[in-house]
């Protein structure tokens, strides 16, 4: 499964939704994630590609992963993936 | 109705090892929070807190106590200890038989809970010491306060998370209050600084790395603090009668519950446990001096609180003052309202304010007097002391000077 592939199966399932209604595009507020369901997110992508990622819940928008859609969490991964490895 | 009062005070806590330390600590503005020192502090993410330094168990207590003493009920007894003495109770005849202790603790012996796990998950062990029950155990440290001062009335352990102490002490008062006690040895305590305890919390996501800045716009989370305070809470004409020396009166509390959220706070369960502590205890909303706020440093809590503030007091709430004292000692957790409630009786009985440090930015949401970084010196009539739980459970305790 391709980094996008399992991002979307991770947001979808914390948004009870079906894969192909996550897209991209999607906005985490749009697809109904509140601050726990982030939370919970980020842990799924950490433990899914053994990454670490730097998020404090008290300012999500501090650390340069970016969590506004979900191209920008892919290309988050790819980057904190190419650098942890 | 019993009016109740203060008789004695203790507590120990990354700002000092007793009372008088630990208000000298408040009144400069100390910073207790530092680099954690704990097996395994590598594996954190987070590394700070606000760790008791310099206490050695040993000395205190005997192998056969140690063997049953968790790190917070060894907290508990030396801060029971210092609150019992200052009193000058002993219990005894009808005073022991309907006098006993109600504390609060989130955890309990989280560091025996640690401890023995690691002993068999990790090392593989397939024996524990056989005391490792009644050493974890969330009452514990009321029973051993009970045991070592000879309280034998009603006696039980709250756990409302970080609410835990100020519910505590809500039921104390309500039972001295209503006769039901003369006397009652209550507040809390908590030891969650070891390696699982603090992997916990990191996980939540809304820990900071580097300090505890509560109503500071750049505010990044809550810092984890250790420690206990423990309070003789006496019916006014029995601390009268023996000419006690009398630290303050609590005049009321209130108890409520959001019934929202598991994790975030709710302006409106707030404003209804604030304002009624302030009816419960016949206070007009424009004698508050001073509140000692729940105050975290999370994002969530601190604004919530202040827009609680705003609602409840209206345009008193420009004159009042409000800190949080978790700046210097960290959060406390299940014995935070109690180490707290020193600071409520600095501001009644001494007329000093404890500051909230560690406070750079103004932030618009959180636009009260939150006297930043230094003591002030004021002389007030009433102090209220908040704290709002993870599961939206709320208790608001309101003091009076004597």
Known sequence: MSTKDKVIAIIAE???????????????????????????????????????????????????????????????????????? | M??????????????????????????????????????DVERLSIQIGGQVRGFEAEGRYNRQQMSLYDRFTQFTLAAAKEAIDQSGLTFSGELAAKSGVVLGTAGGGVSTWDDNYRSVYEDGKNRVHPFVVPKLMNNAAASHVSMEHNLKGPSFTVSTACASSNHAMAQAFSMVRSGMAPAMVTGGSESMLCFGGVKAWEGLRVMSRDACRPFSANRNGMVQGEGAGVFVFEEFEHARARGADILCEIAGFAMSSDASDIVMPSKNGASRAMSGALADAGINRDEVGYINAHGTGTAANDKTECAAVADVFGPHADKLMISSTKSMHGHLIGGTGAVELLACIMALRDGVIAPTIGYEEPDPECALDVVPNEAREARIKVAISNAFAFGGMNAVLALRAT
């Open chain 2, 2 to 39: 019993k009016r109740v009062v203060i008789t004695g005070a203790g507590t120990i806590n990354a700002l000092g090892h007793d009372v008088p330390s630990t208000l000298a600590a408040m009144r400069a503005g100390v910073c207790g929070i530092g680099a954690l020192e704990l097996r």
């Open chain 1, 14 to 85: 914390q948004a009870v939704l079906d894969p192909s209604n996550v897209t991209m595009d999607s906005t985490l507020e749009d697809l109904g994630i509140d601050s726990l369901g982030l939370v919970e997110s980020i842990f799924s992508i950490e433990e899914a590609f053994d990454i670490s990622v730097p998020f404090n819940a008290n300012d999500p928008q501090a650390s340069d992963f970016d969590i506004s859609t979900v191209a920008s969490i892919v290309a988050g991964i790819e980057r904190l993936q190419a650098e942890q490895s």
